[in-house]
């Protein structure tokens, strides 16, 4: 119930023009968020690159409603890739970039607004000799990001894919994605989605997750297990060693501030851990879905605006 109202509140525009005029408070940057400039992100990055981990930097912001605006947040994943090249952070730090942000959802030609601003941002993260992951956002998106992902492939063949396990058409896209030369994220899904379409949240989504999962390691393709559930981090140890996979060749990837000692503990066991580092302004979204999906954030959150 909590779930559904905080998920509604995430595309509020009302609340999220009130919620963003709080400043980010200490707790809340501490924990999720990088910090507010590409600085900021990149010294964490460090951070955690000394740690063994490896990093996708999210420049927070989605459903940009001008075109100017993705245009700005081109320009500052260019900043921020110029960075990771200057810093030869290249292969061990990639982005991460929502298409919404980039104009996917503006009318008439939103689609092809964002792929000519997604293409700019493949060709920098080139030059900084790194990768670009395509998140995925509400399930009305999927089959255009999906479509996006693979024109950009064309030129970028490492552009990353996500797919999320609580839809239903999920398990037939890993079919098609579990290819040679394939990068697929695969995480629960963060969004509200009816049920003509989606499983309910809990039981259906874990056991749609480990046969999406089953799919990916039994393929060619680079699994990227995204989760903090214990359950299902154990199930792909045994399915990446049942399929035979060397260690390189499929990771795990985990939020930013959930569950650090854990991400910690796996790279000293040897696996791939990366970690989804989100920076910049526009952080309303983003922390409203880390509030749905563990209820006790929301008092972290109420905390944090309270205690300036
Ligand atoms: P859950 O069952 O939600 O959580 C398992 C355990 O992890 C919980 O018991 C708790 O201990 C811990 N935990 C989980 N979430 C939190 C939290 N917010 N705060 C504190 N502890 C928590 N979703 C998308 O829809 N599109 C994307 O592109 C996308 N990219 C992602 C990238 C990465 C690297 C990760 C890790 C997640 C991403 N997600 C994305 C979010 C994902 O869909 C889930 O909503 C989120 O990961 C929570 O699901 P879970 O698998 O951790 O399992």
Not at 91 to 103: F, N, R, T, Y
Not at 144 to 163: H, K, M, N
Not at 202 to 222: I, N, P, Q
Not at 235 to 264: C, F, K, T, V, Y
Request: proline share 4%; hydrophobic share 40%.
């Amino acid at each position: 119930m909590l779930r559904t109202v905080l998920l509604r509140a995430a595309g509020n525009e009302r609340i999220k023009d009130a919620a963003l005029a709080v400043p980010l408070t200490r707790a809340v940057v501490e924990r999720f968020i990088a910090g507010e400039t590409a600085e900021d992100a990149l010294a964490a990055a460090r951070r955690l690159t000394d740690d063994g981990l490896l990093v996708t930097v999210d420049h927070l912001g989605e459903h940009t409603r001008e075109r100017a605006a993705a245009e700005r947040v081109t320009v500052a994943y260019l900043e921020l890739l110029q960075a990771v090249r200057t810093a030869g952070l290249g292969p061990q730090v990639e982005v991460s970039v929502k298409l919404s942000a980039l104009g996917q959802l503006l009318p008439g030609d939103g689609e092809s607004v964002a792929v000519e601003q997604a293409r700019l941002i493949c060709a920098a993260a080139r030059n900084a000799g790194t990768t670009v992951t395509v998140d995925m956002e509400d399930h009305t998106t999927t089959a255009s990001t999906l479509a996006v992902v693979e024109e950009l492939r064309q030129d970028f063949p490492q552009t990353g894919a996500v797919l999320q396990a609580n839809l239903r058409r999920t398990e037939a896209d890993c079919e098609r994605l579990a290819h040679s030369g394939s990068r697929v994220r695969l995480c629960k899904g963060a969004y509200a989605s009816p049920e003509e379409v989606a499983y309910r949240p809990g039981a259906e989504v874990d056991l749609s997750y480990v046969r999406c999962l089953r799919v990916l390691m039994e393929g060619l393709g680079y699994p990227m297990v995204a989760t903090h559930d214990p359950r299902l981090v154990a199930i792909a140890q045994d399915l990446a060693n049942r399929n035979h996979r060397e260690p390189g060749s499929w990771e795990l990837q985990m939020l930013h501030g959930i569950r650090p000692e854990e991400q910690r503990r796996l790279v000293a066991a040897g696996h791939q851990v990366r970690v989804y580092l989100p920076y910049g302004t526009d952080w309303y979204g983003y922390m409203v879905r880390r509030m749905a999906e563990k209820p006790a954030n929301l008092a972290l959150f109420l905390r944090g605006l309270t205690s300036r």
